[in-house]
């Protein structure tokens, strides 16, 4: 369970394909976790320029399985992170589809509970420790949808890699790689068949809690975010999003997705991970923002997800 506060703002939301939108909230969970965060997202100078941040304040009671796809849910252990997340970026567009730029993170992360003889207790696994990694790279995207809120057609496809090093104040050496692909397709009259590729990866020597993981409200529904994680990632998620009446809608969702040490370690795709479910969506404006609920089963169990916005 949890609640908290909630302000999102849509400037300009006339229904053009370029949707600026400003999120604010504050949320307490049945389980201590208390996060506060502010996600801008900002079309400017005649839609030239394409800013995104993420700023979060957390304190996080959370659970640790281990790293790799054999983690087994018998080897939780609780630990408790106090984090600071910032992550900007900004890209200028050239031509019709096509925007380069740049990108930049700092997260600091203070463990202040571990479990005596768990797995991160004798500090051996980078970052049981806390720490502070600091990055900055590069990124490009090619964006054709006819909206970026709710989009009906077109495809974005978005490719990045950021450093994270010693020269910027990292306390971890290690590289990100994230390849992101997105298609719309209108289906059934006014409906839309959503489908998303994910990969990502890390070189070096990440922080734990800063690995490529699986779970929670946009990335395989259904299990737990970090149940597993590695250093590498890949997912493919499928939605029919359905309007129905007024301004309330409604979606199907599949996917599956696995985590490995490497792009050679993955096993075979009739052995990932995989998750079903259904949701509503209560559009708030004629640009296409919406409400989310949803709910999905997964091996592990599954989860009720309420939101602002589409998971991808």
Not at 19 to 37: D, F, M
Not at 108 to 136: C, K, M, T, W, Y
Not at 282 to 305: C, H, M, P
């Amino acid at each position: 369970m949890a609640g908290g506060l909630v302000g999102v703002y849509y400037p300009d939301a006339g229904g053009g394909s370029q949707q600026s939108v400003l999120l604010a909230n504050i949320t307490y969970t049945a389980k201590r976790q208390v996060i506060g965060e502010f996600i801008p997202e900002l079309y400017f100078g005649e839609g030239r320029l394409w800013l995104r941040g993420e700023f979060r304040a957390m304190e996080y009671p959370d659970v640790f399985y281990g790293i790799g796809n054999r983690a087994r849910a018998s080897d939780e252990e609780d630990f408790t992170s106090r984090s600071l997340d910032l992550r900007v970026s900004l890209q200028r567009r050239l031509g019709k589809a096509l925007w380069v730029g740049g990108v930049a993170r700092f997260r600091g992360d203070d463990l202040i509970q571990r479990e005596e003889g768990g797995l991160l207790d004798p500090g051996g696994i980078p970052g049981s420790r806390g720490g502070r990694a600091v990055g900055a790279g590069l990124l490009a995207t090619r964006d054709t949808r006819d909206r970026t809120l709710w989009p009906r057609q077109g495809s974005f496809i978005e490719a990045s890699w950021t450093a994270y090093t010693s020269l910027l104040g990292s306390e971890f050496d290690y590289g990100v790689g994230i390849l992101d692909l997105r298609h719309f397709r209108p289906v059934a009259g006014e409906g839309v068949l959503a489908v998303r590729g994910y990969l990502e990866g890390v070189e070096g020597t990440a922080p734990f809690i800063l690995l490529p993981r699986l779970g929670g409200s946009r990335l395989l529904r259904g299990y737990r975010e970090g149940r597993y994680r590695d250093d590498y990632l890949a997912a493919v998620q499928a939605e029919l999003r359905l309007p129905l009446w007024w301004r309330i809608g409604a979606t199907v969702f599949g996917g599956a997705g696995e985590v490995a040490g490497g792009l050679d370690a993955f096993p075979d795709p009739e052995d990932w991970e995989a998750c079903l479910g259904a949701g509503l969506r209560f559009f708030v404006n004629d640009a296409g923002g919406t409400l989310r609920l949803d709910w999905a089963r997964a091996r592990d169990g599954g989860g009720l997800y309420i939101s602002v916005g589409e998971a991808f």
